[in-house]
């Protein structure tokens, strides 16, 4: 798992420097849609049913305002629009700029 090293708000972009020395760029707008949280993505229960989620939405607009890294795997993100419960790990992270 790669960590990143150094993490800067350009525009409205978040900008990550991984320390394998690969670069990635995400777009605010971008990054609130694919919030792991529960509230946009829903939860499963044992049987594989989904609850809850608001799925795919339009976040055009919505900033980041700042981000907190959790643990030495996942970054929370703090958006515009008051969501702030999304775990992003790194490993998603880098999935979501490939």
Do not use: C
């Amino acid at each position: 798992m790669h960590a990143p090293v150094n993490i800067q708000l350009i525009g409205s972009e978040v900008a990550i420097v991984w320390d394998d020395g690969v670069e990635s760029y995400f777009a605010a707008d971008k990054l609130r849609a694919a919030s792991p949280s529960a509230e946009t993505q829903g939860e499963r229960d044992i049987f594989g049913q989904k609850y809850g989620g608001d799925g795919p939405r339009n976040f055009a607009g919505v900033q980041v305002l700042g981000w907190e890294q959790v643990g030495t795997y996942a970054l929370r993100f703090d958006f515009s629009d008051g969501h702030r419960t999304g775990l992003y790990s790194y490993d998603y992270l880098r999935k979501l700029s490939a």
